[in-house]
């Protein structure tokens, strides 16, 4: 098998990343442990945005709008190129109390990003919003139905000639010199020009001796399920760190936990009784309401929230996209576009020094 780029890791970031090199015409072939897009971009909400934008650093803000910025058109090429809606939608996010409103404000007059002060009798049935005042929505923010989203990538990433081979577990690289030479798998031996590591949660314990500064542990979180015969609200709403996302066809995700409890992606009665309470305080009239699925996923939690995107300083052919912790759907585009101009030494859109691999 020839091929310029080995890509471990059949996740968003990988896909993505495979998407923007078969673009710019390199063959690319994508490893993966098991079924391609199963875990965490699997498990995630798709919510296009972070929760609450000003507790984060500014390489956090960066990533995370220009992912934003190219959500919209992508998706659309998507959909039209594989026929598979990702369900993009601006469906806004709204907060409700309690929140930092003075914090919140200057952030977002600061960063350019529409915020309205709103009150909630016009956006929630009438049963809730006495209780709850005014919220802030964020009119902007997206959201894009994970599974569907993870179809479409792959079905483009085939259909742009890329390689996808599952059931491959990458066990160790091969090294000569300052060069990886070839993947060691549990089916076998792989061999490209250069390697790249999106292994997501698994990053950090795949590369090893190799992982250097990154800094990758997996942080579960939980989702309940819900199905209504229509959305019952047209925002995703957000509630300190509670969200609930509607779909089109009546889902609502309620979530989610954020648990060190290592590689464990088990879902607990204690997290599932803990949301099932909280989203009752918003909803009282939820009490009888069962979900209809729980399950859970890993994210690859990084300090801060910052990616590690680039180079390895001392093998010159291995590269990491990985650590998108909470905003990996989010940042997936920008990332693979910042990876892409790395391995071309083109021009960034900004400073990447903060993704860097150390
Ligand atoms: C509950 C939850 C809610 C979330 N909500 C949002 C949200 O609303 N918005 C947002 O932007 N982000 C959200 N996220 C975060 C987002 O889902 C992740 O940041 C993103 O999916 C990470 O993508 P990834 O490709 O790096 O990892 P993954 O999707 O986990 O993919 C990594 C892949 O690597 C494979 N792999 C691992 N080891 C090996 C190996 N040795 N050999 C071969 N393959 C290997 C795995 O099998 C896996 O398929 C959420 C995550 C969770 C869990």
Same mark, same amino acid.
């Given at each position: 098998m020839q091929t310029d780029f080995l890509i471990v890791g059949g996740g968003a970031i990988g896909l993505t990343s495979a998407q923007a090199l078969l673009q710019a015409g390199y063959r690319v072939t994508v490893v993966e442990r098991g079924a391609v897009g199963q875990e965490a971009s699997w498990a995630g909400g798709?919510?296009?945005?972070?929760?609450?934008?000003w507790d984060y650093q500014e390489a956090?803000?960066?990533?995370?709008?220009?992912?934003?910025?190219?959500?919209?058109?992508?998706?659309?090429?998507?959909?039209?190129?594989?026929?598979?809606?990702?369900?993009?939608?601006?469906?806004?996010?709204?907060?409700?109390?309690?929140?930092?409103?003075?914090?919140?404000?200057?952030?977002?007059?600061?960063?350019?990003?529409?915020?309205?002060?709103?009150?909630?009798?016009?956006?929630?049935?009438?049963?809730?919003? $006495?209780?709850?005042?005014?919220?802030? =929505?964020?009119? #902007?923010? *997206?959201?894009?139905?994970?599974? &569907?989203?993870? %179809?479409?990538?792959?079905?483009?990433?085939?259909?742009?000639?890329?390689?996808?081979?599952?059931?491959?577990?990458?066990?160790?690289?091969?090294?000569?010199?300052?060069?990886?030479?070839?993947?060691?798998?549990?089916?076998?031996?792989?061999?490209?020009?250069?390697?790249?590591?999106? $292994?997501?949660?698994?990053?950090?314990? =795949?590369?090893? #001796?190799? *992982?250097?500064?990154?800094?990758? &542990?997996?942080? %579960?979180?939980?989702?309940?399920?819900?199905?209504?015969?229509?959305?019952?609200?047209?925002?995703?709403?957000?509630?300190?760190?509670?969200?609930?996302?509607?779909?089109?066809?009546g889902h609502v995700l309620v979530g989610s936990t954020l648990e060190d409890v290592g590689f464990d992606r088990t879902t607990t009665t204690e997290a599932r009784d803990n949301l099932l309470g909280r989203v009752r305080e918003i909803f009282p009239d939820w009490q009888d309401r069962q979900p209809i699925q729980h399950w859970a996923g890993l994210r690859p939690g990084s300090p801060d929230n910052i990616p590690t995107i680039g180079r390895h300083p001392q093998l010159v052919n291995l590269y990491a996209n990985s650590g998108h912790f909470r905003y990996g759907i989010t940042m997936s585009l920008a990332s693979a576009e910042l990876l892409r101009n790395e391995i071309e030494a083109k021009p960034q859109p900004f400073s990447i020094e903060e993704y860097r691999w150390r």
């Open positions: 798709g919510i296009l945005s972070p929760l609450c934008s956090v803000t960066r990533l995370a709008h220009r992912g934003m910025s190219m959500f919209g058109e992508a998706a659309e090429s998507l959909h039209a190129a594989t026929g598979i809606d990702p369900e993009y939608q601006r469906s806004g996010m709204l907060l409700l109390p309690p929140y930092q409103a003075d914090l919140a404000m200057r952030w977002c007059e600061q960063h350019q990003v529409a915020l309205q002060e709103v009150n909630l009798a016009g956006q929630l049935p009438e049963s809730f919003y $006495a209780r709850l005042g005014n919220g802030l =929505l964020m009119p #902007e923010v *997206a959201q894009v139905r994970n599974p &569907r989203l993870m %179809r479409a990538l792959r079905k483009q990433v085939e259909m742009l000639g890329g390689v996808i081979v599952e059931q491959h577990e990458v066990k160790q690289f091969e090294i000569a010199g300052d060069r990886v030479v070839a993947l060691q798998t549990t089916s076998g031996k792989l061999v490209a020009d250069a390697y790249i590591v999106t $292994a997501g949660a698994w990053s950090k314990t =795949l590369l090893g #001796e190799h *992982a250097l500064n990154i800094d990758i &542990r997996p942080i %579960r979180g939980q989702i309940l399920l819900f199905k209504f015969d229509a959305p019952p609200f047209q925002n995703i709403l957000l509630k300190q760190d509670l969200y609930l996302i509607p779909r089109r066809d």
